[in-house]
């Protein structure tokens, strides 16, 4: 399976690992980071349905490029740098949209997975960083 669809679950993965650093931030940090894994869950949705239509998520893919440029300016200095460029490499890794269109219509069910798992933990740890101010 291709690129983008065997890195979107580790990116997630990699930043739920965070969730403590991500959580000792203050309130207002914390808001903004949730706020921020929020558009990109959304928008993996969002490539998720228009994929399942059999339509190239273009739009989509052209968000998920500016988060990833984005990435660094928005996390940065809260993981280590090595693992913000790993992760904006990531998250920038799924090609033109048409390609991405191919590669799951090949691989239709594992990627579906990745989409969904994907968007699941990171709207848990937005809502995890959202709910820290209750804990704390």
Do not use: W
């Not at 904006?88 to 691989?107: A, K, T, V």
């Not at 990627?111 to 704390?136: N, P």
């Amino acid at each position: 399976m291709g690129g983008f669809f065997t890195s979107i679950l580790p990116f997630a993965n990699t930043l739920n690992e965070f969730s403590q650093k991500f959580r000792s931030v203050k309130k207002e940090r914390r808001e903004a980071v949730a706020a921020y894994l929020v558009k990109i869950a959304q928008t993996i949705d969002q490539a998720s349905s228009s994929l399942k239509q059999g339509k190239p998520p273009h739009e989509e893919c052209a968000k998920l490029q500016i988060y990833a440029e984005q990435f660094s300016k928005v996390v940065g200095e809260l993981i280590p740098k090595d693992v913000v460029e790993r992760l904006s490499m990531d998250l920038n890794d799924f090609g033109p949209s048409q390609e991405l269109l191919e590669i799951y219509q090949s691989f239709q069910e594992s990627a579906e997975y990745e989409l969904v798992e994907a968007s699941g933990i990171l709207k848990a740890l937005a809502d995890t960083l959202i709910a820290a101010e209750i804990v704390h």
